[in-house]
C-alpha cells in the first residue's frame, strides 16, 4: 500500500466517525418517491412541454453543443434564452453558462482583480466564494445580512474597486438578504452589488421574477445579478444578467465561459420551454410560498423567503437517521452537515415542489412532521 492509501483511508476513517461521510446514491428513473431535496421547485423539469423541447433540441442538434461559445458552440437557441431571460427579470442582457457555478465564477473573476476589495455575506455559495479567491482581490467577510458591517467594510475600502456578494435568498437557511439596503450603500460607496438569485428565479417577486425585479433593482447601475436554469427552470446551465456593457467584457474576458464547452442544446431549450411555461402560469410560485408556510408550521421551522425551508438538528448522526427514515416512507429530503453549511449547524434541508399533487404533498408533510419530531429528541 502506497502512503496515499493510507492517507485516503485515514481521512475517510475521519469523516465517518464525525458523521460527515457522503456517498453517491444513483437514482432509478421510476423509483416511487416524493423528492423534496431537489430543486425543482416547480416541477417545470418533468412539464411535458419542456421534456419535448429538450427531446426535439437533442434531436435536432446532437447531444453536445460541439465548441466554446466563442467557436462554434452558440445556437440560436442561446440567442433566444439570454433574450427571454433578460426580459423576463428586467435586464438589458443576460449571458449563458454551463452551470450557475460557472456564471458566479466569471462574473466574480471579470469585476474583480488583486488591486479590489470584495465584501461578502458569510452564508454566500461556494461558486461566489471560490470566485472571490481565484481573483486574489482583498476578500472581507461580513455577518450574516449585516448592513452596518458592509457599510464598514466599503468605508475602508481606500479608492479601491469594490464589489459586495450576496444571494436573494440564501441556500441553506431560506432567508432574504435586504436588497434595497445594501444597493444603497453600495450606490453611496461607487460599489458593485452582485446578487445570486439562484432561489429566488421562478420563485419570488411578480410571477417569480425574482427579488431583484421585485425591489426595482434590475436596471440599477449598480447592481449585477446571477441566476441558475437547475434550480426552478428544471434545466441546467446559469447566467449572468445586467448591462450589455458588462455582458460584453465578461464574453470577452471570462474565462470559465471563453474555455468551456458551451451549454448542451437540450438543456438550453428545456430551460427557455420552462421559462416560456413560468411566464403563462405566473400563479406557479404562489404554491410553493404556500407549501413552504404550511410546512414550517407543522415542524415549528423558520419561514421560508423561497422554496427552500431549514430544520436544525442536533447532530450530524441526527440528520443523517432523519433522513433515512422519511426516506424509508417515500419521501426524500436533503441532509446538510459541515462543512456544506456556513453556521456549522446539521439541518435537514426540505425543498416544497410545485409539481407534486396534493394527496402526495399532504403524505410527505405527514411523514416529515413526524419524523423530525422523532429525531429531534436525540442529544
Known amino acids: 500500500m502506497s502512503v496515499w492509501t493510507d492517507w485516503f483511508a485515514e481521512r475517510r476513517a475521519a469523516r465517518e466517525a464525525a458523521g460527515l461521510q457522503r456517498t453517491l446514491r444513483p437514482r432509478a428513473v421510476d423509483e416511487d ?12 423539469g418533468g412539464h411535458p412541454l419542456a421534456r419535448r423541447a429538450a427531446a426535439d433540441a437533442a434531436l435536432a442538434w446532437g447531444p453536445g453543443a460541439g465548441a466554446s461559445r466563442l467557436v462554434t458552440g452558440t445556437t440560436t437557441l442561446h440567442a433566444e434564452l439570454e433574450s427571454e431571460l433578460a426580459e423576463f427579470t428586467g435586464h438589458e442582457a443576460a449571458l449563458v453558462f454551463s452551470t450557475g457555478y460557472q456564471a458566479n465564477l466569471s462574473a466574480v473573476g471579470v469585476l474583480m482583480d488583486k488591486h479590489s476589495l470584495i465584501v461578502s455575506d458569510a452564508h454566500v455559495h461556494a461558486s461566489l466564494i471560490d470566485g472571490a479567491r481565484m481573483c486574489r482581490a482583498a476578500i472581507e467577510v461580513v455577518g450574516h445580512n449585516d448592513l452596518a458591517a458592509v457599510r464598514a467594510a466599503l468605508a475602508s475600502a481606500g479608492g479601491r474597486r469594490a464589489i459586495v456578494l450576496t444571494e436573494s435568498i440564501f441556500s441553506v437557511l431560506g432567508d432574504a438578504a435586504p436588497l434595497p439596503g445594501l444597493a444603497a450603500i453600495c450606490a453611496e460607496h461607487e460599489a458593485l452589488l452582485l446578487v445570486d438569485e439562484a432561489h429566488g428565479l421562478g420563485v419570488a417577486g411578480e410571477g417569480g421574477r425574482g427579488l431583484v425585479h421585485a425591489h426595482g433593482l434590475a ?152 419524523v423530525v419530531y422523532d429525531h429531534l429528541r436525540w442529544s
Open 33 to 44: 418517491v416524493i423528492d423534496l431535496a431537489g430543486n425543482d421547485y416547480l416541477g417545470l
Open 219 to 370: 436596471r440599477h447601475p449598480n447592481v449585477v445579478m446571477t441566476a441558475t436554469l437547475s434550480k426552478s427552470l428544471g434545466a441546467m446551465g446559469g447566467a449572468v444578467l445586467g448591462p450589455a456593457a458588462l455582458i460584453d467584457h465578461l464574453v470577452n474576458r471570462a474565462r470559465p465561459f471563453i474555455f468551456d464547452t458551451g451549454l448542451a442544446p437540450a438543456p438550453t431549450a428545456g430551460a427557455l420551454s420552462a421559462l416560456r411555461v413560468l411566464r403563462a402560469q405566473p400563479e406557479l410560485p404562489q404554491r410553493i410560498h404556500r407549501r413552504t408556510k404550511e410546512l414550517a408550521a407543522r415542524l415549528g421551522a423558520p419561514t421560508s423567503a423561497g422554496a427552500v425551508l431549514s430544520v436544525p438538528m442536533p447532530s450530524p448522526q441526527a440528520a443523517i437517521a432523519a433522513q433515512a427514515a422519511a426516506l424509508a416512507e417515500g419521501v426524500r429530503v436533503g441532509c446538510f452537515r459541515p462543512p456544506s453549511v456556513p453556521d456549522k449547524n446539521s439541518r435537514l434541508r426540505i425543498t416544497a415542489c410545485a409539481g407534486i399533487d396534493e394527496r402526495r404533498w399532504a403524505h410527505a408533510v405527514d411523514v416529515l412532521t413526524r
